[in-house]
T-cell receptor, first 114, second 115 residues
Framework: AQKITQTQPGMFVQEKEAVTLDCTYDTSDQSYGLFWYKQPSSGEMIFLIYQGSYDEQNATEGRYSLNFQKARKSANLVISASQLGDSAMYFCAMRERTGNQFYFGTGTSLTVIP | DTGVSQDPRHKITKRGQNVTFRCDPISEHNRLYWYRQTLGQGPEFLTYFQNEAQLEKSRLLSDRFSAERPKGSFSTLEIQRTEQGDSAMYLC?????????????FGEGSWLTVV
């Protein structure tokens, strides 16, 4: 089974609007971390936001927030007030407490329309 | 620049040749990872070091691949007898701690094209 599932291959959003990128995960660990990365066309993976499995509050970092629904095993990324520079691939990832590697989804390509 | 650096950024090689990539992690990070990413996919785990010890290897890391981190600082990833299927971006990342809350920071990647 896939550890991380991103079901939206591509998304479009109007500049200044908010957008939600979906991510579901699969783990039997009680302790794990969820991450979102941005990958522009240059290739570098840029860390955006982190949510711990025991965190009661949803994580926020500037215009990024993570909508964490533990029972549904979802960790959606919300980008508010989209900017043209937000156009990129976005990857959801998970790290389990018992493992060393990060598991990544297949990504969502976001295009911000002027 | 104190981020993760990778060299070379781009490499074109003929099938059958050997290639080597280098990664310099963030200086205080004791953990180093190699990932491979092909078009349309997310990064796939290859191997992981804690200091100089290689603690985990993926099944993706065939015997043509070897990674080292001799002094617990920089790392090299060598691919011998390259095949066209090796064409991908090779990403290096580093982190400081084993805590699941510590993120990994990636370099800009090394693009490999095997012709």
């Amino acid at each position: 089974a896939q550890k991380i599932t991103q079901t939206q291959p591509g998304m479009f959003v109007q500049e200044k609007e908010a957008v939600t990128l979906d991510c579901t995960y699969d783990t039997s660990d009680q302790s794990y971390g969820l991450f979102w990365y941005k990958q522009p066309s240059s290739g570098e993976m840029i860390f955006l936001i982190y949510q711990g499995s025991y965190d009661e509050q949803n994580a926020t970092e500037g215009r990024y927030s993570l909508n964490f629904q533990k029972a549904r095993k979802s960790a959606n990324l919300v980008i508010s007030a989209s900017q043209l520079g937000d156009s990129a691939m976005y990857f959801c990832a998970m790290r389990e407490r018992t493992g060393n590697q990060f598991y990544f989804g297949t990504g969502t390509s976001l295009t911000v329309i002027p | 620049d104190t981020g993760v650096s990778q060299d070379p950024r781009h490499k074109i090689t003929k099938r059958g040749q050997n290639v080597t990539f280098r990664c310099d992690p963030i200086s205080e990070h004791n953990r180093l990872y190699w990932y491979r990413q092909t078009l349309g996919q997310g990064p796939e785990f290859l191997t992981y070091f804690q200091n100089e010890a290689q603690l985990e290897k993926s099944r993706l890391l065939s015997d043509r691949f070897s990674a080292e981190r001799p002094k617990g600082s920089f790392s090299t990833l060598e691919i011998q007898r390259t095949e066209q299927g090796d064409s991908a971006m090779y990403l290096c990342a580093s982190s400081f701690d084993a805590n699941s809350g510590n993120t990994i920071y990636f370099g800009e990647g090394s693009w490999l094209t095997v012709v």
